[in-house]
């Protein structure tokens, strides 16, 4: 038996076969996107006054990944809020992120709605305006059913902030860029919401 570079083989691995082993699967995460106890980022860039980054987290185990980053896309606060049914601003949807508010039906049944009214994704905020620390998992319903564009959990402060901005500029939605790379951004911490909790 040989290891292919001519000498006897010890039954075994090469060296340069067991360091692509090892690369392959430290880098096979990262072709599929992004996944659970991962963090994602965005940025609000209007209005200015709320122009932090934000974090959010994946559902565990539904929605789609981030394969595009969008650098200017609209995040569309849903109506009614709880989108657990037809939405009056649908049309806004189409084709941009939808900002949601957790509670009335399952988050599964939110991203659907979202879905089905052509959203490109959904951020789910907390229902709990003073939460600005607690990420809630969010897991799959029991009806079998899937949805396809991804979802992300947002602390209910973060998504009362924006609500409130919004409201008070008159403004039908912000405009965001996601998700955003915080290892380039060398004040990243500085960008945060004064609000959040380090």
Not at 19 to 41: D, K, M, W
Not at 103 to 115: A, D, H, I, N, P
Not at 175 to 196: A, F, G, H, R
């Amino acid at each position: 038996m040989s290891d292919g570079g001519g000498r006897p083989g010890r039954g075994g691995c090469s060296p340069a076969m067991l360091l692509f082993a090892v690369l392959y699967l430290c880098a096979a995460p990262l072709a599929h996107g992004l996944r659970i106890h991962e963090y994602l980022y965005f940025q609000v860039l209007s209005p200015g006054d709320i122009r932090y980054i934000f974090t959010a987290t994946p559902a565990k185990d539904f929605g789609g990944v981030f394969n595009t980053r969008y650098e200017q896309i609209h995040l569309v606060p849903a109506d009614p809020p709880e989108a657990c049914g037809e939405l009056s601003n649908g049309v806004f949807i189409q084709d941009q992120i939808a900002l949601v508010e957790r509670g009335g039906c399952s988050f599964l049944s939110k991203t659907r709605v979202v879905q089905e009214h052509g959203g490109r994704a959904v951020i789910i905020a907390d229902n709990a305006y003073d939460n600005d620390s607690f990420y809630v998992e969010m897991i799959q319903d029991s009806t079998r059913r899937t949805a396809d564009i991804p979802a992300l959990f947002l602390l209910g402060r973060d998504g009362y902030m924006i609500r409130r901005s919004l409201e008070q500029h008159g403004l039908p939605w912000a405009i965001i860029s996601i998700p955003v790379n915080v290892s380039s951004i060398p004040t990243y911490e500085m960008m945060q919401p004064p609000w959040t909790f380090w």
